[in-house]
């Protein structure tokens, strides 16, 4: 079982819709972080978040500490949200080897 | 435009050869980072550096090795190159005020390479 696991791995949705992707892990944490890789490969930095919830824009993200979960959340997505969605988790050593998801396909369509 | 930047963006390499891959991370960062992305593996974590010296090890070969320099940029060597080495090589930097810590990461474009 992995340490990192996201749900689900391919997201279809049409432009508009509420979107929520889910990561569950199984280590303590120091920090959670939300990634964005779009299909070009670039990787970038969403959120790092180690508490509570955190909103840029139409992203938004939350964490439980104790459940060891977190979900992203995305209102009125539009077909640039498109890309994959990746969580990572840097554990309690406090250096930062992140742990990384398989991460989630998202597609929206127009 | 995160201001890390990696070259080369893409490199082509036979087996058993050896290549090092660049990274200067955004002006002030302390810490260096190094991922790879493979199919199979997905994202790992393979080295970080701060200011210099060695902070962290996960999941890199012994073929592999990195350093920081002086003025902060770093290098990824790969050595011996095996097929199963083609992978997306990502680098990040943050601000980490401390040698540790969790500060938001800023990743590179990354290089590309395919060893034939």
């Known amino acids: 079982k992995n340490e990192v696991e996201q749900s689900p791995q391919n997201l279809t949705a049409q432009e508009g819709e509420f979107i929520t992707i889910n990561c569950s892990y199984s280590v303590g944490i120091s920090a959670l972080h939300w990634l964005q890789q779009h299909p070009g490969g670039g990787i970038v930095s969403l959120f790092m978040?180690?508490?509570g919830k955190k909103k840029h824009g139409r992203l938004i993200a939350t964490i439980n500490i104790q459940e060891k979960h977190s979900s992203l959340h995305i209102t009125a997505s539009h077909p640039r949200d498109s890309a994959v969605y990746i969580c990572?988790?840097?554990?309690?050593?406090?250096?930062?080897?992140?742990?990384f998801g398989q991460g989630t396909r998202l597609t929206i369509n127009p | 435009d995160s201001g890390v930047t990696q070259t080369p963006k893409h490199l082509i390499t036979a087996t058993g050869q050896r290549v090092t891959l660049r990274c200067s991370p955004r002006s002030g960062d302390l810490s260096v980072y190094w991922y790879q992305q493979s199919l199979d593996q997905g994202l790992q974590f393979l080295i970080q550096y701060y200011n210099g010296e060695e902070r962290a090890k996960g999941n890199i070969l012994e073929r592999f090795s990195a350093q920081q320099f002086p003025d902060l940029h770093s290098e990824l060597n790969l050595s011996s190159l095996e097929l199963g080495d083609s992978a997306l090589y990502f680098c990040?930097?943050?601000?980490?005020?401390?040698?540790?810590?969790?500060?938001?990461?800023?990743f590179g474009e990354g290089s590309r390479l395919t060893v034939l």
């Open positions: 990572a988790v840097n554990g309690l050593s406090g250096a930062q080897k992140l742990v």
């Open positions: 978040l180690s508490s």
């Open positions: 990040a930097s943050s601000g980490t005020s401390g040698s540790l810590g969790t500060g938001e990461l800023f």
